[in-house]
């Protein structure tokens, strides 16, 4: 008797020149919208203050929620940084996660459950070149 499942696949890519600037450059933008969140988050700020319906404890309340978030987005973005770091150091020809799918596959009895569920894609510059099973 068989039955069909879904197993978790690995996505690898494979470090080129290529995929770093293009890291990079997704890890710069996300940086850019950080800003720029961060610009209009003030900008707002700014014009809640300058109403008369905000109380002086109310300004204190939402200067303190704006330094939080300030923080988390500092945090955020020194993060980004490190990653950026990171990527700079990767070794061309290594391999890297880049994250998971899903793929139906049937077993039967006696199959060695492990080996079934090790699955593997490595993709370089875009395009599959590696399909690996069974290295549980």
Known sequence: MS???LRPVTLKAKVTEGLKVRLTAE????????DDEMQQLESQVKRAQLTAAINPQQQMQLRQAIEQERGRRADKKAQLQE???AVAGLPIGSEIVQGTAQSLTTIDVGDDFDAVMAMEVLIEDGKVIAIRKGDA
């Open 27 to 34: 890890m710069n933008e996300a940086i850019h919208i950080l």
């Open 3 to 5: 039955m069909q499942i």
């Open 83 to 85: 990653e950026i770091e």
